[in-house]
């Protein structure tokens, strides 16, 4: 992250919720799930602004394809990185 980047208040409870993917128990997906839908069902990118269906639509299918995957490599990201991958 460049230095004069705005640093978001849950980065850090997203970069390790999303870090410790491999080995979360129930109650940590059910954060992971939380943050990341309520970041990314406020961000309204020009892209989805076509589209026809529901936001909500969109951000189940980004969580269970992207956050999901099985073989995510640990890392840590930052909400920006999350709305870039979204």
Known sequence: MAGDAKTHDLDGELGDLWFAR?????????????????????YRPQELASLVEDREIYVQEFFCEKVLRPDAEPARIHVGALKFFY
Do not use: I, N, P, Q
């Open 22 to 42: 491999a080995t979360l128990d129930d109650a940590g997906w059910k954060r992971l799930y939380v943050v990341v839908c309520g970041l990314l069902m406020s």
